[in-house]
């Protein structure tokens, strides 16, 4: 039985609110990655070379952006967020733009961009279920999806009603205009074999 199984039995329930889930996670050693989703812990797949390098490059890209636009954000890889009124969600977004003023402890309550790097152990249904919950929270403007295997970029954006934009070619440009933001696809996927 593992660790987290152990836990749920011991709690009498397998699905946790975000309070029960971090009371585990930081008992964890931290070498581990785990999130919560629909009340439901996992731990995640140590991410590959593409996943950091990508990951990396788009927070790069965005600091950029931010310090000229709105100085008082950052991004951030890997960090948690929180949101309002959803109890049993506790995410990892691979990128995500905060509030720097009012950032405290390991999960972020205010964000403004979240950014999944998608491995081939994400499946459709579990990206398209955070995205949702991404989009409530009020403050968030942007989400993005972001292929590893493959250049392509999905975008949604509260200004456009949170519809869809799907960019596929390396010369296509990703623009955030909240943050003054603008990165063509090769800068985001340069360093991967997809930008070679």
């Known amino acids: 039985m593992t660790a987290l199984a152990k836990e749920a039995e011991r709690r009498g ?3 946790w609110t975000a309070d029960q889930f971090l009371e585990f996670y930081m008992g964890r050693p931290d070498e581990e990655r785990w999130q919560l989703v629909d009340g439901c812990a996992m731990m995640m797949v140590p991410p590959d070379a ?8 788009l927070a790069r890209l965005l600091d950029d952006a931010l310090e000229a636009t709105c100085p008082d954000r950052e991004a951030f890889e890997e960090m ?7 109890e049993d969600f ?11 003023a009012r950032l405290s402890g390991r999960y972020a309550t ?3 961009l979240a950014a999944e790097i998608l491995s081939p152990s994400n499946t459709a249904e579990m990206i398209a279920r955070k995205i949702e919950l991404y989009q409530r929270h009020p403050d968030n403007l942007y989400c993005l999806a972001i292929h590893q295997d493959e250049v392509r970029v999905r975008l949604w954006a509260r200004e456009e ?4 934009t799907e960019l596929a070619e390396l ?4 623009r955030l205009p909240a943050f003054g933001f603008e990165a063509r696809l090769s800068d985001i996927y340069r360093g991967t074999s997809l930008a070679r």
């Open 110 to 112: 205010i964000f403004h």
């Open 161 to 164: 009603g949170w519809a869809m």
């Open 13 to 15: 329930t397998g699905l």
């Open 90 to 100: 506790n995410p990892e977004p691979d990128v995500v733009v905060v509030s720097t």
């Open 171 to 174: 010369d296509d440009v990703l």
């Open 50 to 57: 593409a996943h950091h390098v990508i990951s990396k490059r």
């Open 80 to 86: 948690g967020v929180r949101i309002p009124g959803v």
